[in-house]
């Protein structure tokens, strides 16, 4: 699990506790990321406690309840490292809605595939142009602006596939057709 090992890269640099975790987690990613909820975050520092990746100590304080501050065991690191030398790895297909839309679209005609084309097109231009605005605001730090790019590469590669899409409308409006009249034409001469 991906934050469950930001979490422990985070606790690397020293102990923490959940508030100061999440900040340092939104200030290593960036806004691309989007936001690490404090409840979510709780529930992966009791999980790393409890596989044994992380202690938890409370900590007294004068005028609020005790905080509880996190560290790193020698169990977690050994975790974080294995993490860090294993590469990602899709693990089954490529899952996007897009394709789900263009799959529906296509079997509904090519007025409804061209609609969801013209729809994507718009909101992946628009994405591109507030990726380009963050990254002239985050162009400072190197972590930061490398997620952004990569968004901006992704982004791209999504609007070129709403090109091959529309390039190739009238063909996948037609492969419903072909796909409805094969198994007929195959039971027809499996009978005769």
Do not use: C
């Amino acid at each position: 699990m991906p934050i469950q090992h930001a979490v422990l890269a985070l606790l690397a640099d020293g102990e923490s506790h959940g508030y100061d975790l999440r900040e340092q987690f939104e200030q290593a990613v960036g806004p691309q990321w989007g936001d690490l909820s404090i409840g979510h975050l709780y529930q992966v520092l009791d999980r790393l406690a409890r596989e044994g990746l992380v202690r938890r100590r409370g900590v007294r304080q004068a005028t609020r309840p005790d905080r509880i501050v996190y560290r790193l065991t020698d169990a977690g690191r050994a975790e974080l490292d294995a993490w860090l030398e294993t590469p990602f790895v899709r693990q089954s297909g490529y899952r996007d809605d897009f394709f789900l839309k263009l799959a529906a679209a296509a079997r509904l005609g090519l007025d409804s595939l061209q609609r969801v084309i013209t729809t994507q097109r718009k909101a992946y231009t628009g994405e591109l142009r507030t990726l380009a605005q963050l990254r002239a605001q985050h162009e400072s730090d190197p972590v930061v602006r490398l997620l952004i790019e990569t968004a901006i590469d992704h982004t791209e590669a999504n609007l070129r596939t709403v090109d091959r899409a529309a390039e190739n409308a009238g063909e996948l409006t037609s492969a419903k057709t072909r796909v409805r009249e094969e198994p007929a034409s195959r039971g027809v001469a499996s009978s005769g």
